[in-house]
C-alpha cells in the first residue's frame, strides 16, 4: 500500500489538514448564522486546495463544521480572503461563546 503514512517523518509531509468544529449561535442570530455559513460552502469548494468543505446542523443552533485542505497553506490563503476575514472580525455577533475549533494533519490517507 503505497499511500499509507507509517511514520511520523510521511506524517509530517504529508500535508492535508482537516479543521473542524462547532459554533454555538446565539438564539437571536441561529438562522441568520446558518445562512451565512452556507454561503460560504460553494465558493469554497471552488478554492484551489479545498477538498472538502460541509456545514452540518445539531439542534436549532449548533452548527458543526467539517473541511479538508491539501495543506496548511491552502488552508491559510483560505483564511486570508476578504468574506472569511470579515467574518472572524465579527463572528461573537453570532456566536455565543468562542468557535470550538480543531485542526491537525489527516494520518489516514486521503483518496485521490
Known amino acids: 500500500m503505497t499511500d499509507t503514512i507509517t511514520t511520523p517523518e510521511q506524517r509530517a509531509t504529508a500535508g492535508t489538514i482537516s479543521l473542524y468544529g462547532f459554533a454555538h449561535a446565539r438564539p437571536e442570530r441561529a438562522a441568520e448564522l446558518g445562512e451565512l455559513l452556507l454561503s460560504f460552502v ?31 497553506e491552502d488552508l491559510d490563503r483560505h483564511m486570508e480572503l476578504p468574506h472569511m476575514k470579515a467574518f472572524m472580525d465579527r463572528r461573537m455577533d453570532y456566536l455565543e461563546c468562542e468557535l470550538d475549533a480543531h485542526s491537525g494533519a489527516m494520518l489516514s490517507p486521503y483518496p485521490r
Open 42 to 72: 460553494e465558493p469554497t469548494r471552488r478554492e484551489a486546495g479545498c477538498l472538502e468543505y460541509h456545514i452540518h446542523q445539531e439542534g436549532d443552533r449548533t452548527f458543526f463544521l467539517y473541511e479538508v485542505w491539501r495543506s496548511q
